[in-house]
Each structure stands twice: as C-alpha cells, then as structure tokens.
C-alpha cells in the first residue's frame, strides 16, 4: 500500500512541472481546460498503473473493497499535492490570474445587457438596484477567485474523482480485465 503514495507524489508532480513549465514558457495561461484535463489524466493514469500493478503482482486475495483502498492510496496525495500547488500557484507565482478575471468580469458588469441578464436569469434580484446587483457580482467574483477558495474547491472535486475513478477501474478491472 505504500507505494501509492509513491505513484501519487509522482505523478502530481508531473502536473505540477507541466503547470510550471507552461508559466515559464507563459503558454496559454489564462486557459483552465488543458489544465484540468491533464490533471484529470493523470490522476486516472496514477491509479489505473498502480491499480493493475497490485491485482497483477499483489496478492491474488483482494476484494473490491481493497481494490478502492489502494487507488485511493494513490489518489489522496495526487490530491494534496496539486491543491495545495494550487493554492501557492493562485496566490504567489501567478495572482495576475485572478485579477485579470476579476477585470474582465468588472468590465461585464458594466454593461446595462449583462445586468439585465442577471436579473432575467434569478428572480430574487428583480427588485435590487443595478448598484446592488453589481455589488452581490463583485463579492461573488472575488469569493469565486480566491486561492482559498481555489484550494477547497480543487480538494473536493479531486477527492470525489479519485474516489469515483477508484470504484470505476477496480470494477473494469475485476470484470474486463482480470476476470476469473
């Protein structure tokens, strides 16, 4: 079990110099979806390797049970070390980002259309002020591009797809894979 850790401090690390050599070449930083997807193959690739390399040479005893403990050996550190990176990525090496987004949603809101629109789309705002409306936005946008907030965020949603990934790949594994 403890060579999980090993393939998640590894492979977030892979991440993590990818995320630092995109900075350093200033390549498509102000985009989150590669990001994300490179995050999200390698945390399913961390644990689909270390996954198969404990059913094939572990012991042949193993449970679905056990199965998920051990991706989730692998996904627990993959997801403290890319959330916390994250945390120190938003808030000392590239806070531009965020006050960039905060810019371009200032500039939105400006707008007497994008106003409208927020009061079409909820209609508990149909009696604030276009004053209040546009306070309520800006409190949200910062909350939305705190690192702190960016740090909770990622180890919830990185947590749950460790987990959901784990019960996957041990289900494909015990049924398509490994079958007895």
């Not at 498509?28 to 404990?54: E, G």
């Not at 994008?114 to 149909?126: D, H, P, V």
């Not at 996957?168 to 594994?173: E, H």
């Amino acid at each position: 079990m403890k060579k999980g850790w090993l393939y998640g401090l590894v492979f977030g690390s892979f991440w993590i110099a990818f995320k630092m050599l995109a900075f350093l070449l200033d390549f498509q930083l102000d985009q989150i979806q590669p990001f994300v997807l490179l995050n999200m193959a390698l945390l399913t690739a961390a644990i689909a390797f270390f996954m198969y390399r404990k059913k094939r040479f572990g012991s042949p005893e193993s449970n679905i049970l056990t199965d998920i403990k051990a991706g989730l050996s692998v996904g627990l550190p993959y997801t403290l070390v890319v959330s916390f990176f994250l945390f120190f990525y938003y808030q000392d090496i590239y806070p531009e980002f965020n006050e960039k987004k905060r810019a371009a949603y200032e500039k939105r809101m400006d707008s007497p259309e994008e106003i409208a629109a927020i009061r079409k789309a909820n209609s508990a705002l149909e009696n604030k002020s276009d004053g209040e409306i546009v306070e309520m936005a800006r409190k949200n946008t910062a909350m939305m591009y705190d690192p702190q907030f960016t740090l909770s965020v990622s180890l919830l949603a990185l947590l749950v797809y460790s987990t959901l990934n784990s019960l996957l790949i041990a289900v494909i594994y015990r049924r398509v894979v490994f079958r007895d």
